[in-house]
């Protein structure tokens, strides 16, 4: 991976804005003038000359310690030391906790054990939650507590902010991150309210020392679901986010929606993140979290009185290095996956053993159930803030125990018809390796739906599995096929067609360039946008409460990297999910990504997409933005301006789907013999002139994007299943080809050319858009 460093001059002024707002020097045209203040280059050498107590007094100021903050006197020290780094250790679930409660936002120290870039044990503080429930604490952790809520309640949460001043504000020289200890609380995937203050509203700040108290009212209808939370505050996700703070937030299915397989199924709350202890920059503009924390000026993640700093990142699960799980041979599990990290991606699957086999079923996507589930997948993707729900179960191929595991890899090592045995032997030994690495890196995206993302898979053997002997016959050998009743605001959008005026293109602009823009038309016209370098810029554009919209998201139009977009930036969406609409088949691996499937947050390797939202029920600013943190932190977020009458929502989804429900009396499912609604027929439809085949297929399943047409013969049937004629025909390696240009003539691909591209647009050109099939 290609790393760059941010230039010393910027570092060393954002060390002494540091040193002037902690009162150590006094800063006299331009430079310090205090004995006391550090010269410039001792503060870029070693991260500063304060001890790690003097630093730790600076972030929390003088308070005694109790695990959540309280006041007994003397230097606040964290309640325990979480031995993170300590391979193997038994697996653990993360605390479970109903509303009503204080969630506390507080520091915990961390330790890795040696081999660290300064040597020896490195141990340092940072952000993590604790909670308190009436006499019931919970100690500062990572990753915080589980919220467990049920549809129609309204969860009340007082956020407390221990953490302590000084907390510098954005200076001049301000890459995007400051007030390190200012925060607030966002329910990252909840569709509720985004104003009101007291709701899911990211435009509060809770300073230090303060409290507030949230009351955000789950709908009746709400679809139950695994979300998570974090802190939102601008300028500061990143660094409190990515250093630790964040937890589970389960929405619990009502009684009698789910198949009694999966209603009685055994739950385990899996919270992968990361620890990136590093002083870099990577290729795609993410700084290394010690690295945030100095750009922050805050005063964490240091260790023997300089920054943090060891070369690799280690991925963790529920704040635990490589734990080990016992499961039983046989028995089905149901995972309820987050990825709580600000970076990289995980490409995950089930670990090659000849002792064990493991099946993995998809049954949700960020929160929302499949529109037929579960769905049988070998390799499940995660961008930052994704969520997967899947139901698991590993078999010995003997006789129990045995054991089995999760591993992130950029490549699966199989044997393929043209490897020899010395070639698939090299495979399973570099994958054998991953399990037995202190420290392990990040390779570049390999083939299928992440070819051509610009963030690396982080590869690391997560978590294993010793598989026993069942305590009791099982008799499930397998799982029924179901469809979910789902709420109105999250029926099939596929084949709705949306007029042109509720029609948008939003551009995600490439590094270093963090901002949004947005045109009022799928293709064509000028599309506007900015940073949004404080809370108070204003919309990209004006939207109706209760009706459906359709966003192409893509790259800059025009630009020679117009497919970068989704490549470069997860896109994630706050208060409404979307529906994907087009995707294009990238090959490989294409079972995890389908066009009709739900999200909130979506990154894939085409760097385009076509997407229908419903603005279901609230009104106010729907917040957008780039799911890795710092570009979030450094203004790549937007929001739309929702207007109307509160509660409005589309009653035509009624037409589409005359069960969806508004309140708990709807809920249930239905047990498919086969399967009928994930795949539309493929078929050949005509774009608009200068449009491209993810606006023609909109209403028709999405674009396939790959166009089995090599030969003439294959061409001219397609002519004629279309009913066009063409004037001439000639041969194009052009990735608009198979088109009709100006005057009718038409362009065959040639046979040996790369498959067509979904997105490209050449003007006045009328593409043939294969259509469905994904």
Request: glycine share 10%; proline share 6%; aromatic share 8%.
């Amino acid at each position: 991976m290609r790393l760059v460093s941010i230039t010393r001059a910027a570092m060393v002024a954002r060390c002494l804005q540091v040193a002037v707002a902690m009162g150590l020097c006094m800063p006299s045209g331009g430079n310090c003038v205090s004995d006391a203040c550090p010269s410039p280059q001792d503060v870029v050498a070693d991260g500063g000359p304060l001890s790690d107590e003097a630093a730790a007094l600076l972030q929390h100021g003088i308070r005694g310690s109790d695990g959540l903050g309280g006041s007994s006197g003397g230097s606040r020290q964290a309640s325990e030391r979480m031995g993170w780094l300590t391979k193997g250790l038994p697996f653990k679930e993360p605390p479970k906790i109903r509303s009503p409660f204080t969630l506390t936002m507080s520091t915990v120290q961390l330790c890795a054990p040696g081999k660290g870039a300064l040597g020896g044990e490195q141990c340092w503080f940072t952000r993590a939650y604790g909670a308190t429930h009436g006499r019931i604490k919970v100690a500062p952790s990572v990753p915080g507590p589980t919220i467990f809520v049920k549809p129609g309640e309204t969860p009340e949460i007082t956020l407390q902010n221990d953490l302590r001043w000084p907390d510098p504000e954005c200076g001049a020289l301000n890459l995007g991150f400051c007030r390190a200890n200012t925060t607030n609380l966002h329910t990252h995937g909840l569709h509720v309210s985004a104003q009101y203050n007291f709701q899911d509203d990211v435009f509060v700040h809770v300073m230090p020392g303060e409290h507030h108290t949230y009351k955000i009212d789950l709908p009746a209808y709400h679809m139950g679901g695994t979300h998570w939370y974090h802190p939102h505050s601008h300028h500061s996700a990143a660094v409190q986010a990515g250093g630790g703070s964040f937890g589970a937030i389960i929405v619990e299915d009502p009684k009698g929606a789910l198949p009694k397989e999966f209603e009685d199924m055994e739950e385990k709350v899996v919270m992968i993140s990361l620890i990136d202890g590093s002083l870099i920059i990577n290729a795609n503009g993410v700084f290394g979290q010690p690295l945030l924390e100095r750009m922050a000026m805050g005063h964490l993640w240091r260790s023997h009185g300089r920054s943090v700093n060891f070369p690799d990142i280690a991925v963790l699960v529920n704040g635990l290095y490589k734990p080990k799980m016992t499961i039983e041979d046989n028995k089905w599990y149901r995972f309820r996956m987050v990825y709580a990290a600000v970076e990289l991606v995980l490409s995950i699957f089930s670990g090659f053993s000849e002792h064990s086999t493991c099946e993995m079923q998809l049954l949700a996507k960020d929160g929302v159930y499949l529109h037929e589930a579960p769905r049988f997948v070998d390799r499940l993707y995660f961008a930052s803030g994704n969520r997967v729900d899947i139901a698991i179960r590993c078999k010995c191929v003997g006789k129990p125990p045995c054991s089995s595991h999760l591993v992130s890899a950029a490549r699966r090592p199989e044997a393929t018809p043209d490897e020899t045995r010395a070639e698939v032997n090299r495979d399973l030994d570099a994958f054998e390796k991953l399990g037995e690495a202190e420290h392990h890196r990040a390779a570049a995206p390999g083939t299928g739906p992440l070819a051509g993302i610009e963030e690396a898979i982080c590869e690391q053997d997560l978590l294993h599995f010793h598989i026993t002997a069942p305590a009791a016959a099982n008799h499930t050998v397998s799982l029924p096929l179901f469809a979910v009743h789902r709420p109105c605001n999250l029926v099939d959008l596929r084949r709705v067609p949306v007029p042109p005026p509720n029609q948008g293109r939003i551009e995600l602009m490439n590094p270093i360039d963090f901002r949004f823009q947005y045109a009022h038309q799928l293709t064509g016209g000028e599309a506007q946008g900015w940073q949004m370098k404080s809370m108070n810029e204003g919309p990209l554009a004006r939207l109706n409460v209760g009706e459906v919209y359709q966003w192409y998201l893509r790259g800059p139009e025009g630009s020679e990297n117009d497919r970068n977009g989704i490549s470069i930036h997860p896109f994630h969406m706050h208060v409404n999910h979307f529906q994907i609409v087009s995707l294009e088949d990238l090959g490989g691996d294409s079972n995890f990504y389908k066009v009709g499937d739900w999200a909130d947050t979506l990154m894939h390797g085409s760097g385009q997409a076509m997407i229908k939202s419903q603005t279901d029920a609230f009104i106010g600013s729907q917040i957008f933005h780039c799911h890795l943190l710092d570009h979030e932190d450094t203004g790549m977020m937007a929001h739309f301006k929702v207007g109307g009458k509160e509660g409005a929502w589309w009653h035509a989804a009624r037409l589409i789907d005359p069960k969806c429900y508004r309140d708990l009396h709807g809920v249930g499912f239905k047990i498919l013999h086969h399967p009928f609604h994930l795949k539309v027929q493929p078929r050949f439809v005509l774009s608009k002139p200068g449009s491209n085949c993810h606006a023609a297929c909109a209403d028709h399943g999405g674009c396939q994007g790959r166009l089995p047409l090599g030969t003439g013969e294959e061409f001219h049937s397609v002519l004629r299943t279309m009913g066009v004629a063409c004037s001439s025909v000639t041969e194009s390696a052009d990735e608009h080809a198979p088109s009709m240009l100006h005057g009718g003539a038409c362009v065959q691909r040639k046979a040996a050319a790369a498959t067509g591209h979904c997105g490209t647009i050449a003007k006045g050109v009328i593409r043939f858009c294969r259509c469905g099939g994904m």
